[in-house]
């Protein structure tokens, strides 16, 4: 029986990901619903993408019995506002990255999910790729013996778009993009807590994050530095470096297609998608929707490609980064 999916949000990631579930098989995978903040918006997106039902509002998502689980794809300044009211009505979520806002926001999401009995997952999207899996069974196998170095850059420019230079509209590059350096770092790590975060970087007008460089200390002498900016292009590669041997994610990182161990490259390609994409490599984010079906199949109220006290971790790692280069946002004072 497929996977039934209300889609939260009627913009630009739902329409990647509605083409994403269009290269799976559809007796697994089907979209029931979409929600949007106007009816009209919900109703274009349900026609060009072929969803039975549109709502004009996220409460009649949350109150359709026949939705397994809701897509939440809205602006993260909103995500802990809505995951709650999807978690609190018994449904299961699967909520883009950044998870919310701050680490306290994080915190009500998984205590909502435990109360209500449902899975929760963040779409770090990343971690479903087949070159992420091969990366962890790689390190399992101790393929570049002790790892005592990772790097990972993610640059993109992004200062023409609103909703990455607004602080109301949760913008810098740290909650957008940086996300991504150290979710990396985190499972090279296996979820180790740094023993030393340290961040410095440059603020827009706005007060948000321009540009950032995080270094993070881990037992065992092993270190980890990240970069990430919206103002200018990065590699947006990833390198592990062993004692034995040396693992590059070629970019984009974040969807990588593309490993290079030992310097000899393999290739894992992205099936074509049906209609344009607003991303990079969209096709890809098939690989989360299919791990939350197998999750839910499982009975399984996490993943562990993305377990929740990860997803937490990354998010207080983001705090203290934020509070040494000084971003704040009004959502950490409520």
């Not at 509002?57 to 809701?70: F, K």
């Not at 899975?119 to 570049?144: G, Q």
Request: hydrophobic share 40%.
């Amino acid at each position: 029986m497929a996977t039934r999916w209300g889609l939260c949000g009627a913009g630009k990631i739902s329409h990647d990901f509605s083409v994403a579930l269009k290269t799976l098989p559809p007796g697994d995978h089907q979209i029931a619903a979409v929600a949007a903040r106007s009816l009209e918006r919900a109703r274009d997106f349900a026609k060009k993408h072929g969803v039975p039902r549109a709502y004009g509002s996220y409460e009649e998502l949350a109150d359709d019995p026949e939705i397994d689980v809701v897509y939440v794809g809205v602006l993260h300044t909103e995500h802990w506002r809505v995951g709650l009211l999807f978690l609190r009505a018994g449904k299961n979520v699967l909520c883009e990255k950044p998870f919310a806002m701050n680490s306290r926001q994080v915190e009500d999401l998984v205590a909502a999910s435990r109360k209500s009995n449902v899975f929760l997952m963040e779409a770090i999207w990343s971690r479903c790729f087949p070159v992420h899996a091969e990366v962890r069974r790689l390190l399992a196998e101790d393929a570049v013996g002790e790892v005592k170095l990772v790097k990972a850059y993610f640059g993109s420019p992004q200062l023409h778009v609103p909703r990455s230079v607004q602080k109301e509209l949760g913008g810098g590059a740290l909650l957008d993009i940086g996300v991504y350096c150290l979710q990396f770092v985190l499972m090279v790590f296996k979820g180790e807590r740094p023993a030393s975060i340290q961040a410095t970087g440059v603020l827009l007008d706005s007060g948000v994050d321009e540009s950032m460089v995080v270094v993070l200390k881990f037992s065992r002498n092993r270190m980890a530095f990240c970069t990430f900016s919206i103002a200018v292009p990065l590699p947006n590669d990833a390198t592990i470096s062993g004692t034995k041997g040396t693992i590059r994610v070629l970019g984009p990182m974040h969807c990588p297609t593309k490993l290079v161990v030992n310097g000899k490259e393999t290739q894992y390609p992205l099936p074509e998608p049906c209609l344009p994409l607003n991303f990079t490599n969209s096709t890809g984010l098939r690989y989360e929707a299919e791990e939350v079906r197998q999750c839910l199949l499982k009975g399984l109220k996490e993943s562990p490609r993305m377990p929740l006290s990860e997803s937490l971790q990354l998010t207080e790692i983001m705090d203290e980064a934020r509070k040494q280069v000084g971003v704040v946002f009004n959502q950490d004072s409520q």
